[in-house]
């Protein structure tokens, strides 16, 4: 009897499965370059493939968190990570109380650290919690980035790829807004404070250069590249269905 073969889709998955296996003992070496090694053009190909994603999840999860951990030094437990950045939050509040205390030049100058505060301070969490919405996980919270150092939160990369490809987008955006959004926060509060005009100026000036920078800088390497390719992964997922999906039966025709 001739011998049973694999589908196309099986001898796919087989061959992604094949590959992280490679990857795996690269890491297991000391390479840990995933852009180099290619893992993360076989993690495109599981994104688009649900049954590639449950076979392949886990395995896909630890490599990259042993990539991530043999390359990052500077991580703690995930909820060291948002308690902190949450503490920071806490000194924007700080902030809106001493320049209503104030007045004059210190006014100001709290004021536009409430901005500050608030633009790094909710950042993490925002991320962490729309993820968290999501069914997306934590292994690791990290200082890292491009200098100066800011704070981030590391997926379990296997609930990262389980979760609903609009839900990965709304993860990375959700952090990019957060930043976005708080200086002017802070602005809503300056009538209520002795804060003088220039710092209210300095606020809209502070989320007016954040959404240049994200616009020239993020769409190609930060949060909104990463929001871009997961809403592009589910279009695929969404027309890859729809080519399967077997059409409506006709309407039988009366006798």
Known sequence: MEALRPTPEQARRAELGRA????????????????????????????????????????????DTAAFRARVRMRTRPWVGVVSTLAVTALGFVGIWLADTWTGFWSGVALLGTGVAWSVGWHLPAHAFVG??????????????????????????????????SMRAWF???????????????LACWPSTDAPAWSAWALVALGALQIVTDALFSTTSGDWKRFLRERQVGRDIQRSLSRIQPAAPSAARSG
């Open 20 to 63: 992280l296996d490679r990857i795996e003992a690269e890491i297991a070496s000391g390479n840990t370059d995933l852009g180099a090694l290619g893992f993360w053009t076989v993690v495109a190909a599981i994104k688009r493939d649900r049954v590639a994603i449950l076979e392949l999840a886990d395995q896909a999860g630890r490599i």
């Open 132 to 165: 968290w919405l999501g069914g997306i996980r934590y292994s690791d919270a990290f200082l890292g980035g491009p200098p100066p150092p800011r704070p981030g939160i590391k997926t379990d990369y296997a609930t990262y790829l389980r979760a609903e490809p």
């Open 172 to 186: 990375h955006a959700s952090g990019a807004i957060a930043t976005k959004l708080a200086p002017f926060a802070a």
